[in-house]
């Protein structure tokens, strides 16, 4: 039986899905993970076979002004996963960020390069990863750039934003893969099943920037919005972002067998699948 942890939310949902009658999901309501009790609790009575992780405060910006909770849910809360799966001798899969990575190697970041994350999401995100590796049966899936049916992220925001206005401004010198959360959720079954250890980097193939994704997300919706660049620097965004950091992820090929489709045909069947009325 697989555990998936934060099973209500965008990755958790698709990944509920694609796992069947093997996962049992659990959320806020059922686990506190920044609570020890709690999750020696619930994984003491549940006693599965591997625990997914994808319960995270993702909010990049807010973790700039509420650090203590970051630190929490991301860092301290792994944990105590961590320490929970250690004591039954259960797999953990703790689910991780490009943002690690500060951006500058010019090239895709390969599994062993060193960490050097510019925010506290980053910096919570490392923690979580270093407190990962405390259980030692454990499995670390990097990714980046996600979105999906069940959450709020960057398509569905285009989408809102294009159905209202002809022009738009997005960031251009910020590179990576945009991922689906299918494809995602299918990399993490693909490891699991081939008893995959340590550290892998999981994302779709390809990479662009935030406005190049923008503008083909309306090219594919019959929007026509006019996408003007800007630079990062004129955001002015509370956390900083690595302006580079596409995922090498040849060893995920290698290893489990799956190689994740191109960040375009992967747009195109998430376009598809979504609801017309979908807000």
Known sequence: MILVVGANGMLGRDLMTLLGDRGVGVDIAEIDITSLESVLKVIGKLK?????????????????SNVDTAMAVNGEGVGHLAMACRDIGVLLVQ???????????GTP??????????SIYGESKLAGEMNAAFCPNHLIVRTQWL?????????????????????MTVVDDQIGSPTWTVDLASAIVALID?????????ANSEY?????????????SGLNVNVKPMTTIELARPAKRPLYSTLDCTKLAIDAGF?????????????????????
Request: aromatic share 12%; with cysteine.
């Open 48 to 64: 599965p076979d591997v625990v997914v992780n994808c319960a995270a405060y993702t909010d990049v910006d807010g973790c700039e």
């Open 95 to 105: 689910i991780s960020t490009d943002y690690i990575f500060d951006g500058s190697k």
């Open 109 to 118: 970041y390969l599994e062993n390069d060193k960490p050097c994350p510019l």
């Open 147 to 167: 979105y999906g049916l069940h959450g709020k992220n960057f398509v569905e925001t285009m989408l809102r934003l294009g159905a209202e206005k002809d022009e």
């Open 194 to 202: 081939n008893d995959c250890r340590g550290v892998y980097h999981a």
């Open 208 to 220: 662009c920037s935030w406005n190049e994704f923008a503008k083909s997300i309306f090219k594919a």
């Open 259 to 279: 190689k994740p489709q191109a960040w375009r045909s992967a747009l195109q069947e998430y376009l598809n699948l979504r609801p017309s009325n979908h807000t």
